[in-house]
């Protein structure tokens, strides 16, 4: 069955650095989302994406996030400055429509 | 009052029991309903999907909707020790390209 890929699986990064998590999606998803999840709390939603441009994006999303579909494979995160409280699981997931959404294993990203 | 919310308190229960979880919130415009698994260091995975109001199965997995009430349950029956897992609802307004909203997830382990 086809999965949602993520990479790296873990992330440890300096605080101020800039970290890019990257996400395959499915390959027939149009759709694409970030969401996170910082240790004992909720998965809380980050960004949609659809053809080429966000959909919608939280208040978390500040000007530090940025997302990007470079190529027809790919789906990234970027975080231009890390801070500290960046540390969590980072989930992608992907959608074809009428379905639900599916996602990947996450990248750990540990902020030092 | 929270979006979703869901007890997080583990649940503990003697292998073929029927296992009980349930969500309730507090946005009417929630429409569709998805109840995921979550393994240790994995990411969600969808178990079911409804939508509006009602039940659905699925093998030893029953979803209920109640929006009258504004509270959805996963009932596992049989359960079994590979049934241990985090379980977290989630939601959403609208079919198509749309963020979900999560709760904070009931960890779930069946006992041989």
């Known amino acids: 069955e086809p999965e949602v890929t993520q990479t790296p699986s873990h992330q440890v990064t300096q605080m101020g650095q800039e970290v890019i998590l990257r996400c395959v999606p499915i390959?027939?998803?149009?759709?694409f989302y970030w969401y996170r999840q910082i240790l004992g709390q909720k998965v809380e939603f980050l960004v949609s994406?659809?053809?080429?441009?966000?959909?919608?994006k939280s208040e978390i999303f500040d000007d530090q996030f940025s997302v990007e579909r470079p190529d027809g494979s790919n789906f990234t995160l970027k975080i231009r400055s890390t801070k500290l409280e960046d540390s969590a699981m980072y989930f992608c997931?992907?959608?074809?429509?009428?379905?639900?959404?599916?996602f990947g294993d996450g990248t750990r990203l540990s902020i030092l | 009052q929270k979006e979703v919310e869901q007890d997080p308190g583990p649940l503990s229960v003697p292998e073929g029991a029927i296992v009980s979880l349930n969500c309730t919130y507090s946005?009417?415009?929630?429409?569709?309903f998805m109840w995921y698994r979550q393994y240790s260091r994995k990411g969600p995975e969808l178990l079911m999907y409804?939508?509006?109001?009602g039940n659905k199965e699925d093998g030893r997995f029953t979803a209920q909707v109640d929006k009258s009430s504004k509270y959805i349950s996963l009932f596992i029956r049989d359960s079994q020790p590979s049934d241990s897992a985090t379980y977290l609802c989630?939601?959403?307004?609208?079919?198509?390209?749309?963020?979900?909203?999560f709760g904070k997830g009931n960890q779930v382990v069946v006992i041989p």
């Open positions: 997931a992907s959608m074809r429509v009428g379905q639900p959404q599916h």
């Open positions: 390959s027939n998803h149009l759709y």
């Open positions: 994406f659809y053809n080429n441009e966000i959909s919608e």
């Open positions: 946005n009417s415009a929630f429409q569709y």
């Open positions: 409804t939508y509006s109001s």
């Open positions: 989630a939601m959403s307004v609208y079919y198509g390209n749309n963020r979900l909203a």
